[in-house]
């Protein structure tokens, strides 16, 4: 049952992530959060994954925070509704494309409740604690164009899986130790003071300088030609 509310498929270096319950409008359910749990543990250490993309066709906390921990850029396409759960699961992604007639909201308070699945700790590294208070204290419903304004979403584009799988091809086709750092370096931000800051970017850099990858781009950018990188292991 897992395995048929959430599908992985790999090409070249993209693990593409689908919700798949579209007779449901991809509600959640219990074997769509085993599903989306299953896969992101898998995808933590897949050999040659590069990036991901998370969409839907038209466990709670560890379904949205899993994502957060993968070592790769996660990028989310978001369609239609992204709602409560929906929206908190799009929050654990590190760039977030949205159709401009998505519609997103931190829906628990019309049900009496609070966000559960990281989404009170995520939103406001997004957006500001003081929006996320108004998001969160009145339910209302953004769309694209207001997500992106509030920081919410990353960009607007009128299919947003398509933007999503090209970003990721993009990002796929840089040096993958590169990658893995700069998003390493870019979570640090704003959680640890500037000298441990600084002091992680030259332990990342020390890293890279010299070593076959970062010879490789170099390489390919001289010569014109795309890079040949070796995956971590």
């Known amino acids: 049952m897992a395995e048929q509310r959430v599908t992985v498929t790999i090409t070249d270096a993209v693990a593409d992530v689908r919700l798949n319950r579209p007779e449901k409008r991809n509600a959640l359910d219990q074997a769509m959060f085993a599903g989306l749990i299953t896969a992101g543990e898998r995808l933590k250490s897949e ?5 991901i993309v998370l969409s839907g066709e038209a466990a709670g906390q560890r379904a949205a925070y899993v994502w957060t921990e993968i070592p790769v850029p996660v990028i989310a396409a978001v369609t239609g509704n992204a709602l409560g759960g929906g929206l908190q699961i799009a929050l654990g992604a590190d760039i977030r494309i949205v159709a401009p007639d998505a519609r997103m909201s931190v829906l628990e308070i019309r049900w009496g409740l609070v966000p559960d699945m990281t989404g009170t700790q995520l939103l406001p590294e997004l957006v500001g604690r003081d929006v996320a208070k108004e998001l969160t204290f009145s339910g209302r419903v953004v769309r694209g164009e207001e997500a992106v304004t509030l920081g919410l979403a990353t960009r607007v584009d009128a299919d947003p899986r398509r933007a999503a799988l090209e970003l990721a091809r993009s990002v796929a086709g840089r040096s993958p130790h590169a990658i893995r750092a700069a998003k390493r370096l870019l979570d640090l931000a704003g959680r640890v003071d500037l000298q441990a800051g600084f002091a992680a970017e030259q332990r990342e850099i020390g890293a890279l300088i010299g070593r076959p990858n970062q010879a490789e781009a170099v390489a390919a950018e ?10 971590p292991r």
């Open 222 to 231: 001289f010569e014109k030609r795309p890079p040949r990188f070796t995956d």
């Open 47 to 51: 050999p040659g994954v590069r990036a």
